[in-house]
């Protein structure tokens, strides 16, 4: 009866938090959102993957580091894009760290897509060991494979395990 009673609790409190959620959501507060999403800060890098041995990549500011140990990080690729289908397949993806010089590679991979052009013809560098390309322009590449994804509509979140890095320009420091 006990276990019984504190289910129907756990209930109430549960659908009472969901409601709640769903109460804020409806709230008509889009410009606010709109303007506030302007103070948050991003950084500019370049995801890259493989499938079938075929490479490609695009510009992204969502790369975030989750975890220490073991080292994670999290991107956000819309679905619609070709990296996304060489991630989905392959399980892994590079990131390259781009520095203030590299704002080429962003007009390069950022606004065309590998369907249309080889974004890569003309573009330094390495193979990593699991195949993904490390551009050799930026301060630093983490080769990542795929441990956990969530899907959020039009993007997937991608959370790599990070299996090797070469930061680059600290070396030269
Ligand atoms: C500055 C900048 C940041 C971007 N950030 C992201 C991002 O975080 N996630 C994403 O899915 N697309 C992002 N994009 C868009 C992709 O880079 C773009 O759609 C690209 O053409 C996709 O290429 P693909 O089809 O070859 O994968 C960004 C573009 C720019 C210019």
């Known amino acids: 009866m006990l276990i019984l009673i504190k289910r129907v609790m756990l209930r109430a409190i549960k659908e009472e938090l969901i409601l709640g959620t769903n109460e804020i959501q409806l709230a008509n507060c889009k410009d606010e959102i709109s303007k506030a999403l302007r103070s948050i800060s991003y950084g500019l890098f370049i995801i890259s993957s493989v499938k079938d041995g075929k490479i490609n990549g695009q510009a992204a500011n969502t790369v975030f580091q989750i975890t220490s140990d073991p080292v994670t990080l999290a991107i956000g690729i819309n679905k619609n894009n070709l990296t996304h289908e060489y991630i989905n397949s392959s399980k892994v993806f590079s990131v390259g760290v781009l520095n203030t010089e590299g704002l080429f590679?962003?007009?390069n991979f950022g606004f065309r897509?590998?369907?249309d052009a080889d974004k890569f013809d003309g573009?330094?560098?390495e193979t990593a060991e699991t195949g993904a390309p490390l551009l050799k322009d930026s301060l630093a590449s983490f080769e990542c494979k795929v441990v956990g994804s969530m899907d959020l509509g039009t993007h997937t979140l991608f959370i790599g395990e990070v299996i090797c890095?070469?930061?680059r320009e600290l070396e030269s420091q």
Do not use: D, H
Request: charged share 25%; hydrophobic share 35%; net charge positive.
């Open 165 to 167: 890095a070469q930061p």
């Open 123 to 125: 573009i330094e560098y």
């Open 105 to 107: 590679l962003v007009r």
């Open 113 to 115: 897509s590998g369907r």
